[in-house]
């Protein structure tokens, strides 16, 4: 397996109606995000006990280095379920 870097980023909420429902404003935050490469790991969507618009923590990863489109397989993602260990 390739090694993996992590980030933690916080996703804002605006109330404005304008800026549409939470759910449309989480989608174009994590599309942002998967253009530079990231892929979700885990998002706390959790009620918490003042429910509102807090910022609710997102944990991303990607292949350290990130690999570019074109880029050649490592050998373990050239043979699928045969371990490098």
Do not use: H, I, K
């Amino acid at each position: 397996m390739a090694p993996v870097e992590y980030r933690v980023e916080y996703v804002n909420f605006d109330t404005d109606p304008d800026a549409g429902s939470g759910t449309l404003q989480l989608v174009t935050r994590l599309n942002e995000w998967a253009r530079e490469g990231w892929r979700v790991a885990c998002v706390d969507l959790a009620a918490y006990p003042r429910f509102g618009p807090q910022p609710r923590p997102v944990l991303l990863e990607r292949e350290f280095p990130p690999r570019r489109p074109g880029d050649e397989p490592t050998p373990a993602e050239s043979r699928p379920g045969e371990s490098n260990t």
